[in-house]
């Protein structure tokens, strides 16, 4: 990886299944994850990915563009909902860009859009080279 280099963007479809599954896994069984009602009565335009969930796509799509490599930081500002529409899900981009490589770390600054928004702010992650 070279400093400026573009990260060919992955794609996921985020469904209420997913959710229902994440929600078991890690816990968070805030019901505006699974309940379109509650979502709505909170002011949400619907039901909504959780924001650990969305950043850990981010975390796939660099695992997938480094083979893997260690993690050593990983961190956004949650700036907007991924709604998911119970019919077809939500569709999440991850896009990168290679800020900086050197001491054996690569920096890479990330978007994260659903439906050509931005969701998640400032993401980025280092990883060891």
């Known amino acids: ?25 890690s816990g968070d069984h805030n019901p505006i994850h699974q309940d379109e009602s509650v979502a709505h009565s909170v ?18 799509a660099v ?4 083979d893997g490599a260690e993690v050593v930081d990983l961190g956004c500002k949650f700036t907007n909902p991924v709604v998911v529409p119970g019919e077809h899900g939500a569709h999440v981009s991850v896009g990168g860009t290679v800020k900086s490589v050197e001491d054996g770390l690569v920096t890479i600054a990330l978007e994260v859009t659903c439906e050509g ?10 990883v060891r080279g």
């Open 43 to 60: 002011g949400l335009p619907g039901v909504i990915a959780h924001g650990m969930y969305t950043l850990a796509l981010a975390a796939r």
């Open 1 to 25: 990886m070279n400093p400026g280099e573009s990260l060919e963007p992955r794609e996921f479809v985020v469904t209420r299944t997913d959710l229902v599954r994440y929600a078991e896994t």
């Open 63 to 66: 695992a997938e563009w480094t």
């Open 117 to 126: 928004q931005k969701v998640l702010g400032m993401p980025r992650a280092v």
